[in-house]
């Protein structure tokens, strides 16, 4: 009866600590807690077949513009709610990463390989999505307003987008730390390990895979509506670009990959530097490209597993 009202507790004061804490903050800092959110989840959707599954894919972006572009046509031009239009963009986005799973692990395609057909696929939607006037071109598409509106997934403060998007990114991380012992996770890992091995030991490589590619998608298609509806606009370059893609694995780097929680410490960090390169350049992106490059070259030499690495033996994460 004790441990559970202990469980109980180490659940409650958090949840109690991120509900008040909208109220003692402004909106700038509000702003960053949903880009570190936001940020945790996408890393920790990636991280599923790219930290714990050992594929490295670079085309993530194509996934979250997807549910975003797909949700956000819907809310435009027929009127239906983004909380419906979000699962409609789930479904979409499976039907896409299934076709590119099957392409990709049918034919065994690997390493370096499949980072440049993923990469590929979304550079195919941008170009789509740019060359498209019903997705708005390269002018992208302004949402229609209806002010605060739970129904159109409009709110008048960010406070409400904070919680969406923090309960997440926290229920993500949970599941994927309870979900670590589980046989689908032991057989990704040994997979990332040594794919001819785990093949010769009777794990089903390919639907190990591909069920994981997936999963991936799926998750990081909500965020991709997420964003949408918290900005009320889409453009080509901010749902399709290539940094939709990167930024998640530069995260997960920086955190710890094949982590539970290294997305989160990854986001802190890289929210962080995002910050500091704004104030230092002013905005200017080859600022950020400077301190994405000096970050993870630190990260790289100093901690090759991640932040989170550096605790592992007080935690019950594994490599």
């Not at 469980?7 to 960053?32: E, H, M, N, R, S």
Request: net charge positive; with cysteine.
């Amino acid at each position: 009866m004790d441990s559970s009202k202990n469980k109980i507790i180490q659940w409650l004061v958090p949840a109690l600590i991120l509900i008040l804490i909208p109220v003692f903050l402004g909106d700038y800092f509000l702003t960053i807690l949903i880009l570190i959110s936001l940020y945790t989840y996408m890393a920790g959707s990636w991280n599923i077949i790219g930290g714990m599954g050992g594929q490295l894919s670079l085309g993530h972006g194509a996934f979250f513009g997807l549910g975003g572009y797909t949700s956000t046509v819907l809310f435009q031009h027929f009127g239906i709610s983004p909380w419906i239009g979000i699962w409609v963009g789930v479904i979409v986005v499976v039907l896409f990463a299934s076709f590119e799973g099957l392409l990709c692990f049918r034919y065994k395609v690997r390493g370096v390989y499949f980072a440049l057909v993923t990469l590929a696929f979304g550079e195919v939607l941008r170009i789509i999505a740019v060359s498209t006037k019903a997705l708005g071109g390269s002018e992208g598409i302004v949402m229609h307003l209806k002010g605060h509106s739970w129904t159109a997934f409009q709110f008048g403060s960010k406070v409400h987008y904070y919680i969406i998007i923090s309960a997440m990114a926290i229920i993500l991380c949970v599941l994927i730390q309870r979900w670590r012992p589980s046989q689908f996770i032991s057989y990704l890992m040994a997979i990332r390990e040594d794919e001819d091995v785990a093949q010769a030991l009777g794990i089903n490589v390919f639907k190990i895979k591909f069920l994981a590619l997936v999963l991936s998608a799926a998750l990081t298609a909500l965020a991709g509506t997420f964003y949408a509806q918290y900005t009320l606009y889409i453009d080509p370059p901010s749902m399709l670009g290539m940094m939709c893609s990167i930024d998640p694995v530069i995260v997960c780097i920086i955190g710890g990959m094949g982590t539970a929680w290294g997305p989160l410490t990854g986001s802190i960090i890289f929210v962080g530097f995002m910050e500091i390169a704004n104030s230092v350049f002013k905005g200017g992106f080859g600022g950020h490209l400077v301190l994405y490059g000096l970050l993870l070259m630190a990260v790289i030499i100093i901690f090759p597993r991640g932040l989170t690495g550096l605790f592992a033996r007080y935690t019950s994460e594994k490599y």
